[in-house]
C-alpha cells in the first residue's frame, strides 16, 4: 500500500523558514518523481514544485521560485521542501505526491498524503 | 500556463441519477508520445485528493466503472453514470502535458 507521510507544518511569521517532510513508502520510491501540491483551505489546487525520479531536474511555480527548493533522499524515501521568505500568500495545506508514470520527469499525481498545514501570520 | 476551466462550478443530483462535469483547457493536451495528459481527481470532503482517471479515460485501479471519462484536444468530460452518496465531493480535472501543471477550479457535486 502507497503511504505518504507529510510533517512540519506549523504557525511562522512572515519572513521566516519553515522544512517541510515526506516519507514514502509502498513503492520503489527512487524510480519516481514527486510533487508538492497546496491548496488554501476551501479553495483550488496550485501545483508548487517537483523533483524528477533521478533528482537531476527540479521545478518551481513562478509563485514560489526563488524562495522555496524541494530535494530527495531516495536512500530514505523522503521529499523535502524548503520554504524561506514566507509569505502570508503561502498560508495552504501542503501535500506531497507521487508522480504516475515509472522514470519519467513528469506526468500526473497518482497518490496524495494526507497534507501538512502551513500557517504564515504575525 | 495551460489554463482548465471546468463547469458547473457545482452539481446538486438525486441519488441514482448521472452528472457530467466539462473541462476545457486552454491548448491542446495531446502530446508527441499520442498520450493526451488529461486527469480527474475526486476530493471527499475532510480528504486528500484522489486519482479517478488518467489521460482522458482509463479508470484508476478500484475506481468504479459507473465513473468514466472522454473528450480529446482541449474538451473533456466526467461522466457518472448513477451518483451515489459516497460520490459527494470536489471534482478536479488537472494537465499533466506543460509545467506549471494546473487544475480546473472544481465542481463540488453533492445529493440532493
Known amino acids: 500500500e502507497v503511504q505518504l507521510v507529510e510533517s512540519g507544518g506549523v504557525v511562522v511569521q512572515p519572513g521566516g523558514s519553515l522544512r517541510l517532510s515526506c516519507v514514502a513508502s509502498?513503492?520503489?520510491?527512487?524510480?519516481?518523481?514527486m510533487h508538492w501540491v497546496r491548496q488554501v483551505p476551501g479553495k483550488g489546487l496550485e501545483w508548487v514544485s517537483l523533483?524528477?525520479?533521478?533528482?537531476?531536474?527540479?521545478f518551481y511555480a513562478d509563485s514560489v521560485k526563488g524562495r522555496f527548493t524541494i530535494s530527495r533522499d531516495n536512500s530514505k524515501n523522503s521529499l523535502s521542501l524548503q520554504m524561506n521568505s514566507l509569505r502570508t500568500e503561502d498560508t495552504a495545506l501542503y501535500f506531497c505526491?507521487?508522480?504516475?508514470?515509472?522514470?519519467?520527469?513528469?506526468?500526473?499525481?497518482?497518490?496524495w498524503g494526507q497534507g501538512t498545514l502551513v500557517t504564515v501570520s504575525s | 500556463e495551460i489554463v482548465m476551466t471546468q463547469t458547473p462550478l457545482s452539481l446538486s443530483v438525486t441519488p441514482g441519477q448521472p452528472a457530467s462535469i466539462s473541462c476545457k483547457s486552454s491548448?491542446?493536451?495531446?502530446?508527441?508520445?499520442?498520450?493526451?495528459?488529461l486527469y480527474w481527481y475526486l476530493q471527499k470532503p475532510g480528504q486528500s485528493p484522489q486519482l479517478l482517471i488518467y489521460e482522458v479515460s482509463n479508470r484508476f485501479s478500484g475506481v468504479p466503472d459507473g465513473f468514466s471519462g472522454s473528450g480529446s484536444g482541449t474538451d473533456f468530460t466526467l461522466t457518472i453514470s448513477r451518483v451515489e452518496a459516497e460520490d459527494v465531493g470536489i471534482y478536479f480535472c488537472m494537465q499533466g502535458l506543460q509545467l506549471p501543471l494546473t487544475f480546473g477550479g472544481g465542481t463540488k457535486v453533492e445529493i440532493k
Open positions: 523533483i524528477s525520479w533521478d533528482t537531476v531536474s527540479a
Open positions: 505526491a507521487k508522480d504516475k508514470a515509472l522514470l519519467t520527469t513528469w506526468s500526473g499525481f497518482h497518490y
Open positions: 491548448q491542446s493536451l495531446l502530446y508527441s508520445d499520442g498520450k493526451t495528459y
Open positions: 509502498g513503492f520503489n520510491f527512487h524510480d519516481y518523481s
